[in-house]
């Protein structure tokens, strides 16, 4: 009868695919923003949708790793994953409104990132500077 029980969905038997409670996301926690509205002067439409906005984001620490290692393996991105809007917007927005978004993006740029581009910044500082004029 015990092992009946047991068969049957007894008390010992493991709970029913639909009855496993799956658990929440992990959610950061903090009061530092992650992320910040940009409000283009100079609206893009593309699509037949008008971006007068742009979200720039803090990366999570996977997607950090895995943008990192799609550059460093000679891959190919359309965008950061940092900002919302496709490269052809992006590509097509005033300058102006560009830099406001490369301003924010900077700002929430992980640590490793961002001594990385200060990096590749001095490096094409310096070689400029020893290249002899034409």
């Keep these: 009868m015990i092992e009946q029980e047991k068969k049957a969905g007894g008390a010992d038997a493991p709970p029913a695919a639909d009855e496993a409670k799956v658990p929440a996301p992990p959610k950061l926690l903090g009061t530092l923003p992650r992320e910040k509205v940009i409000d283009l002067q100079w609206p893009v ?3 037949g949708v008008v ?7 803090r990366l999570t620490g996977k997607e950090t790793r ?3 290692d799609l550059l460093s ?6 965008m950061p994953p940092m900002i919302d809007v496709p490269l052809e917007v992006y590509e097509a927005m005033d300058a102006d409104d ?4 490369d301003e924010a993006a900077m700002d929430f740029l992980p640590r490793a990132l961002r001594e990385a581009s200060d990096l590749a910044l001095e490096a094409m500082k310096s070689t400029a500077l020893s290249s002899p004029a034409p």
Excluded: L, P
């Design 51 to 57: 971006y007068d906005k742009v979200t720039i984001r």
């Design 45 to 47: 439409e593309y699509d």
């Design 73 to 78: 393996s000679g891959g190919k991105t359309d």
């Design 66 to 68: 895995d943008f990192m």
């Design 98 to 101: 560009q830099y406001a978004c």
